[in-house]
């Protein structure tokens, strides 16, 4: 049977929602009963019958009007909600709200879908968007770092005998407390502890210098205010140290030999050139960097957009998938990251949400700017990108068209952003020398 046209009434409300009134003929309804009661004919036993032979009437009789009328409202939905879609070319950021009528035989259907799409995005002047990208100068004192740094890699830890100093590498037990109550400790017992402020609380490296091998001490340390566990910031712990080993490291001289030990070049001079070059290449990298997200943060913030709430609740809700995701690889479950940083999924979601929304901003500008510009990405493109992200998951119909879907969209958003590179540019390049 051909399928007809649906009579569908789209209506605009506030927050970007759009309200679809769709009505199925009498016709199609009826035909989705009688599929309705050929699938569950397939999935019951009447005595007398194979299965999927029984006549209809006995399959109703068996199962009840009620089980028929919810799995052909189970089947027909989706499908009449998809080829409204199609014909009134709505396309929603959202899964629908959907409301429906009781469906009888010989009568039309209808049902409303509510859903949240795109908001209107003024990009206003966007072509007047100027960033400045700077360049930044690598220094002497910046490459006779990377050499100390160098030195410090390479650098042998010896046993000395007397007390502990800055710098030093201790290993020892550390356990901390509040009153009974064990924080944290060591499973192995013992651990590698660098006396160093930056990288260690300095309340912990001020109460540990002095010790040598063998000593132990107790002493109170107030926990900083971004402590990862959030109910123990500012509280005031106690720290039980027991030094095994004092060490001190031996740098490598600073001279040829160097560079062979670090495998780049045959002197000093050329060891200091690779290095230079390293920082040159890195220094360019951040600059451009930098510029990239001056511009788009300048597009961001200049357009005129109100942001659904639906939209950013999906976003964070992409967000802490990732996480989980991320955390699962490692071996952690969320509830033990959780449980870890003394916070809650609802804190997370309330963390994420100003992000959410600028992201969300951003993504809207680029989508305004690949229309404002007729921007085309080449379909064997898209679907060679649909392809890599699948990897080798089976997908249905639905799946692929959703994933080419999105594919095309992250290709045109990724086309908006170098338009904007290009205009962002001072004089067509974005380089300022500074």
Known sequence: MPVSELSVNVARKPGSLVEMRIE???DEVDAAVEAALRRLAARIRIPGFRPGKAPAPMVERALGWETVRQDAVDHLVPELYRRALDQTGVVPVTEPEVNVDALEREHPLTLTATVTVRPDVDLRDYHAIRVQKTSTDVTDEAVDQAIAD????????IDVIRPAQAGDVLRCTLVMRRGDEVL????SGERDLELDRESVMPGIVDGIIGLAAGDQR???VTLPQDYPREELRGATVTIDVTVHAVRERKLPPLDDSLAAL???GESLAELREHYRNLLTTS????DQERFEADVLATLRDQVRVDVPDAMVEREIERQLNDLEYRLSSLGIPMEKYLELTGTSLEKLRSERRETAMQRVRLELALDGVAAAEGLEVDESQVQREAGRVAGRTRLDATQRRRLTDLSRRDLLRQAAAQRMLEIGGDDGSGFVQT
């Open 24 to 26: 199925a003929p009498a």
């Open 184 to 187: 944290s400790a060591e499973d």
């Open 283 to 286: 220094a360019a990298q951040a």
């Open 150 to 157: 160098v030195r410090r890699r390479h650098a042998e830890l």
């Open 218 to 220: 107790s002493f109170d």
């Open 262 to 264: 670090d495998g780049h």
